[in-house]
């Protein structure tokens, strides 16, 4: 049982959120260092995220397939950007069935190159586009500093991959799910992004252009949320993907990436968490509603609990769950369901059946501030109202915390000041020396262009030099 009190945010930001994942079963470190292992309770976080992205994917014209974990080493070089990229952070097997390999094999890191292989087998003519496929995978990239969700050699992660006819199509699929990512999360993990451009030096390996969603979590850091590439005809060439068009003549398709991964899991804890530990969205929590019956004795027991059974009963069409554990008490189980963060708790003993009540207890609002009595008549309709007013507090508190602890600094003393506690709002001129100087001085770096403020002309913060955008420089993950 744990009864050890958390570290505080202010206290151990980072080490509040490793005991966090632990204490509330979402993960636990792997044998292999840098891996981790999913519980239960993580992975049922990550399915519904799943469903969740998976049915826009559908609604937008996408079906699911699955490729290989083992790519030819041969594959990755012949996207030059691509493996250069990607060089310091492959795992390669040279051994298989006790011989040595003729080619090298790549444990997949992302897959562009087997995909675009299957493409050019695929594609012949234009009636063939677009090919609009998602995969829903593990990957592995050889980091050298992890942490659970966040940064680990191998995550689970989905990896759309889209073939176009034409360059405007390929541009219009790579904003499309950028939408699609900044709705999902949004709207069902209640944590706000900011769309915008990469810069160059932050950009996918082989891309033209990357765009991201950027979060701000609760210690003020910036997270990459999810990210969507127009490949342009890189890896068209590269791997010969070509179709024929209208005129009989051959040309090269346009591609796109697009990638949401479990780091995103991390995004929630940090964005809602508080130092009881987790908040988890209604609309994502794989308990959206615990119920704990309170009784001393059998003869209490005898009263309350066959109530609370019917109540779990009545909130059927929630995921719901009845803690029955004899062992613990109503005040353990407080605690415990608040560590993991389940938006909402129904309390009944002897003198809420008397009173044909129960007592509400939001997790979003800690102590008597968040407690309500209610009549248990219409129960389901009250959890359901309560459950979305939960989810969008969240989103709201998730938003004012962002516009606090966002600032448009004056010059580049304020900047390197605002970036330590925060992120700061201030143009660019597009100069990768000049964004190279932030990043070596603060250790702060270009989250990304938010769309709304490319065009917005001024005076680089940096060096001065007229500038055409306003940026989000941020320390991050």
Known sequence: ??????????????????????????????????????????????????????????????VNAAFPLFIPMSFLEKEKEHIEGFAPE????????????????????????????????????????PVLINQWANVVRWEMRTRLFLRTLEFYWQEGHTAHETAQEGQEETLRMLDVYADFAINEAAVPVVKGRKSESEKFAGADTTYSIEAMMGDTRALQSGTS????????KAFNIQYLDRNNEL?????TS????????????MAHGDDQGLILPPRLAPIQVVIVPIYKNDEEKAAVLPVAEKIEKALSA???????????????????????????????????????????????IPGRDGKISIGIEGLAEKVGDLLVEIQAALL???????????????????????????????????????????????????RNIPFEMQGESGKCIICGAPATDKVIFSKAY
């Open 318 to 364: 929630f995921r719901v769950k009845l803690d029955a554990r004899e062992e613990m008490t109503p005040g353990f189980k407080f605690n415990d369901w608040e560590l993991r963060g389940v938006p909402l708790r129904i309390e009944i003993g002897p003198k809420d059946v008397a009173k044909e009540a129960v007592m509400l207890a939001r997790r979003d």
């Open 258 to 269: 697009w990638g949401l991964s479990t780091r995103f899991v991390g995004a929630i804890i």
């Open 229 to 236: 590439h127009n490949l342009g005809q890189h890896f068209a």
């Open 90 to 129: 492959l795992a390669i097997v040279t051994i298989g069935g006790g011989q040595t390999l003729e080619e090298p094999l790549v444990v997949r890191p992302t897959s562009e190159t087997v995909i675009g292989h299957m493409y050019a087998k695929w594609i012949k003519s234009y009636r063939d586009l």
């Open 396 to 446: 709201q508190r998730a938003t004012d915390f962002r516009e606090a602890h966002t600032t448009t600094p004056s010059d580049y003393a304020g900047l390197q000041e605002a970036v330590q506690n925060g992120w700061a709002l201030a143009h660019w001129c597009g100069n990768p020396e000049c964004e190279a100087n932030v990043k070596e001085d603060t250790k702060a770096t270009i």
């Open 1 to 62: 049982m744990n009864i050890e009190k958390l570290p505080t945010q202010q206290e151990n930001f980072s080490e509040w959120y490793n005991q966090v994942i632990q204490r509330a079963e979402l993960a636990d470190y792997a044998p292999v260092r840098g891996c981790m292992v999913v519980r239960p309770y993580g992975w049922a976080i990550w399915e519904n995220i799943q469903k969740a992205l998976d049915q826009r994917f559908k609604e937008t014209g996408h």
């Open 251 to 255: 040309q090269y398709c346009w591609t």
